[in-house]
């Protein structure tokens, strides 16, 4: 298996602008997390979803961010307007089962807002 | 909310040592705890999973230990190359399987 696999790698864009970040679990994991790493705070979990529903937002900073997962091998988390204080580095991460196994990471999103 | 404390925060060893890296937690009412690490620009990987029920496992020169009563973890890695050189992270799974991650124990091996 290819692993989770995140896209873009890197993005860079202007204040306000909308940002759309994608992920794709590995096959067959029925759980799938979206984090978010910065240097001052560490890794934050920001949602995550069990069979493509959401379970916890909890940890979505505000109305900006949202997220989706249509169907089992793809997600995307949204940001709209995008500030420079959301710069940081995004991770998805997928997992088979409840919590007796294994977390997977993507390489992540290096989001840069100007 | 669990808040979970790693120490130190940096640690530089020359290679061949033996070291432990340390992680605590608030809320010992844990499923399981794993041991991650990464590297620069990289993701995380998984090194070690541990059940709440177990008291340490081991792969090659990692073993990790838990205390779950007094919410406590150790990752002890043997002989270390400078290949081991990265950020350590560890991360006790809570209810609703959502992990919570410390801000990690960033290690360097010199030759």
């Known amino acids: 298996d290819a692993g989770v696999i995140q896209s873009p790698r890197h993005e860079v864009t202007e204040m306000g602008q909308e940002v759309t970040l994608r992920c794709k679990p590995i096959s067959g994991h029925d759980y799938l997390f979206w984090y978010r790493q910065t240097m001052m705070r560490g890794l934050e979990l920001l949602i995550y979803f069990n069979n493509n529903v959401p379970i916890d937002d909890s940890g979505m900073p505000e109305d900006r961010f949202s997220a989706k997962m249509p169907n089992a091998s793809f997600s995307t988390l949204k940001i709209q307007p995008s500030e420079p204080r959301d710069s940081a580095v995004y991770f998805c991460?997928?997992?088979f089962g409840g919590g007796g196994e294994k977390l997977f990471f993507g390489s992540g999103t290096q989001l840069s807002v100007l | 909310k669990q808040e979970v404390t790693q120490i130190p925060a940096a640690l530089s060893v020359p290679e061949g040592e033996n070291l432990v890296l340390n992680c605590s937690f608030t809320d010992s009412a844990i499923y399981n705890l794993q041991w991650f690490r990464q590297d620069p620009g990289k993701g995380l990987t998984s090194l070690l999973l541990?059940?709440?029920?177990?008291r340490e496992q081991t792969s090659g020169r990692l073993n990790a230990s838990l205390d779950k009563s007094s919410g406590r973890s150790t990752l002890y890695i043997a002989a270390s190359q400078p290949g081991d050189s990265a950020t350590y992270l560890c991360a006790p799974t809570n209810s609703g399987y959502a992990l919570n991650f410390g801000k990690g124990t960033s290690l360097l091996v010199t030759p």
């Open positions: 541990i059940q709440s029920s177990q």
């Open positions: 991460a997928s997992r």
